[in-house]
């Protein structure tokens, strides 16, 4: 295997849904039940329970979806660690831990050789690097126990992948630059 050049760490920002207190949960689930409520009504029984409700009963729902929507898509900013490391000929992009979802949990790698790269794009409104091109990967499930499930490594050959960078979490790093000097790949910078 050949030598590492240069290994650049970072952390991506990943957006997740927000903790939400007990009251704001119970909103939450009560606006969900709400409109489940009013769409099967409308749907299996054939009627409108919003109109039929009095004018009190539909301010009172409107304010509530109003307070509750929001929390629905309340969201925080997590710092997700990523390594690029440069070799002669390709790029190894290694998340040790990236989270789908609470029970999707992976560690993830993608080989790019720098002559399968197509593009490489900086947006500076967003903040967002892209990088697009053909790649192997591995993914390395854990399991409840925070260990790597080596039975259930998963293979990809070589596909199409695109990886998009959230990089408003990594102040102070020239990632721009690096990934130029160390890949060859000349950066697309735009403003949107």
Known sequence: MEKVRQVINFDEAVKKPADLNLVERIAVVAAKLIILILIVAMVFF????????????????????????????KTKEL?????????DRYLLVHYP???????DIRREEFIFKNSDI???AYKLDSNVLSIRGKAKSKH?????????????????????????????LSEGID????????SGIQVLVSKG
């Open 118 to 120: 197509d593009y490489a």
């Open 140 to 168: 390395y499930p854990y399991k409840e126990d925070g260990e790597i499930d080596e039975r259930s490594v998963k293979e990809e050959g070589l596909r199409e992948i695109k990886l998009n960078f959230d990089l408003n």
């Open 46 to 73: 054939k009627q409108n329970l919003f109109s039929k409700s009095s004018f009190a009963v539909k301010i009172l729902y409107i304010l509530f979806n109003i307070y509750a929507i929001p929390l629905m898509l």
């Open 175 to 182: 990632l721009i630059k690096d990934f130029e000097k160390y």
């Open 79 to 87: 710092a997700s660690p990523v390594e690029f490391q440069f070799y």
């Open 97 to 103: 831990k990236k989270s789908y979802s609470k029970k």
